[in-house]
């Protein structure tokens, strides 16, 4: 059985991060490291983390690649899992999910994404969303940086993440996904829609439309225009 690793970068989460942490101490497969990657935050983020006794904190910097790949070179697993701190998991995800990675022999890979306690239609476009990603993962890998899997192998062989990107997990998954197995695996996370309540649904489905015509052509660099900040939240 593999072993796995969950790196966690945060910055000023301190809202979030303790109930991430709690999904995974409640989860029927446990990681075998949590490393929990801080750029800086100047919230409680530290504070709360470090309840958790089994994580590991590391002091990162912006932007938040720069955190994934500390994560991501520091960790030991021969599975690496990146999670954003607004993520909710079912307590048998990791169980669940890594059992379909590995029957499928899969390199990289993500779940699919669901709102957690949403409206009807951030629910009903996240749907979309995940029947797409479904439908094009053969020719389009795609996904998010909510939950990311990779093989530690595959990753520490890369140049990680992109620091010069907004969606550098975006360009992750492409980039990696040449020449190797990935999938969309079928278990569920559950994602904050706190940017639908801080810029309003209809503008916030407008910008995710945009961004995908902008990943679709492969032009990452150009999505960097667009007003999307980690760590700026109201809630």
């Known amino acids: ?67 994934r790949n500390l994560g991501g070179r520091s960790a030991r697993g021969d599975v690496l899992i990146f999670l954003d701190t607004d993520t909710h998991l079912p307590e048998r995800f990791f169980e669940s999910f890594l059992a379909e990675f590995e029957e499928r022999s899969l390199d990289i890979a993500c779940p699919q994404y669901f709102p957690y306690r949403s409206t009807p239609m951030i629910e009903s476009f996240h749907a979309l969303f995940n029947l ?27 140049r990680g ?45 407008l910008r995710y439309a945009l961004m995908a015509l902008i990943f679709a052509l492969g032009k990452f660099a150009w999505a960097n225009r667009i007003e999307y900040e980690f760590g700026d939240h109201e809630r």
Do not use: W
């Not at 989460?13 to 750029?39: K, N």
């Open 1 to 67: 059985m593999s072993t796995f690793s969950v790196i966690i970068p945060a910055l000023n989460e301190e809202r979030h991060v303790g109930a991430l942490l709690s999904d995974i101490a409640s989860q029927t497969r446990v990681p075998d490291e949590v490393l929990v990657v801080d750029a800086g935050s100047e919230d409680n983020t530290v504070a709360v983390a470090r309840r958790f006794g089994f994580m590991r904190l590391l002091d990162g910097e912006r932007p938040v690649a720069r955190g």
């Open 132 to 158: 797409l990603t479904r439908a094009f993962e053969g020719t389009l890998p795609s996904g998010a940086g909510h939950c990311i899997a990779v093989r530690g192998k595959v990753f520490r062989e890369s």
């Open 161 to 205: 993440f992109d620091p010069r990107l907004k969606f550098d997990d975006i360009e992750l998954i492409r980039r990696l996904a040449k020449g190797r197995r990935f999938g969309i695996v079928e278990e569920r996370v559950f994602v904050s829609d706190r940017r639908y309540k801080e810029e309003g649904t209809p503008r916030m489905i």
